[in-house]
């Protein structure tokens, strides 16, 4: 191995171990900090900001955010092989969004798959298609969100447009190994069956995607707004009930896609 990538670094706010979402089998979740998009309900307002920021919990003040080696973080994934090896699991990069930190995120893939590391990514797909690339060879899955098919809408809700989106999802499904799309079911922005169709239909015109996995909105990030002293965006807006995500997991199989509900 190339011994000087370890030595790359990045910022990150968390790291999360034997996590069974987000990708096969038994994971450690690195979550790196900056994010491109500012959706209204994102439940981990800490990680949008690049900046390490104080976020008040209760009694106590937390800092979020740290500057680490792609070697102190491996040393952490590694920790937990044998459950990788029995499960089929390994890393996921989260976020923020590892786009943003392509030098620190590809060589801690990089480093991963030198040490017979699975690894996958959860990813808004929101950059440059040559970043991209960069990290396409490095990745044994994309969970990649389309959010809307309608860009105006997309940018009310989330600070952006998708044209650029919608393309570099195209470009993923052509070269990576394996994409999921995945698809946050927000109540008043893409929640009803002509919306999750829409979005079904385009994961299902792109080559080599079978899989469509629906997160439901949930409240759960609502007091860590408090603590950034944010406002909430999303009101009360409730989750939507079971039964309405049934519904649309059955809009999206008649799209010929296999379906899984949460991540
Ligand atoms: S893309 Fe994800 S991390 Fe970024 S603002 Fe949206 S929900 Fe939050």
Redesign the pocket.
């Known amino acids: 191995m190339d011994t000087s990538i370890l030595s790359v670094t990045g910022r990150i706010f968390d790291i999360q171990r034997f996590s069974t979402h987000d990708g096969p089998g038994v994971r450690t979740i690195v979550f790196l900090k900056g994010?491109p998009?500012?959706?209204r309900w994102?439940c981990?307002p800490e990680?949008?900001s690049y900046e390490i920021q104080q976020m008040k919990q209760k009694s106590s003040v937390k800092t979020v955010g740290k500057d680490i080696s792609v070697g102190e973080v491996l040393e952490e994934i590694l920790r937990d092989r044998p459950y990788y090896r029995r499960s089929g699991g390994g890393l996921t990069l989260s976020?923020?969004?590892s786009l943003l930190q392509p030098d620190f995120a590809v060589a801690l893939l990089t480093a991963c798959h030198e040490n017979g590391i699975n690894t996958a990514m959860e990813t808004?797909g929101f950059a440059d298609p040559a970043v991209i690339e960069r990290f396409i060879p490095h990745l044994d899955l994309f969970l990649m969100?389309i959010k809307h098919t309608n860009s105006r809408k997309h940018e009310e809700f989330?600070t952006k447009p998708n044209e650029k989106i919608l393309a570099n999802a195209q470009l993923i499904a052509e070269k990576a190994k394996k994409l999921i799309i995945r698809v946050p079911v927000i109540p008043g922005f893409n929640d009803t069956e002509q919306e999750i169709g829409d979005i079904a239909a385009f994961a299902a015109s792109l080559p080599n995607v079978k899989e469509i996995h629906l997160l439901p909105y949930h409240r759960m990030g609502k007091d860590k707004y408090d603590g950034l002293n944010r406002p909430y965006l999303m009101g009360d807006v409730p989750p939507p009930s079971a039964e309405h995500m049934q519904r649309l997991l059955q809009v999206c199989e008649q799209h010929g896609l296999t379906t899984h509900l949460g991540g």
Request: hydrophobic share 5%; glycine share 14%; aromatic share 0%.
């Open positions: 994010c998009l500012r959706c994102c981990n990680s949008q976020g923020g969004e808004t969100d989330t």
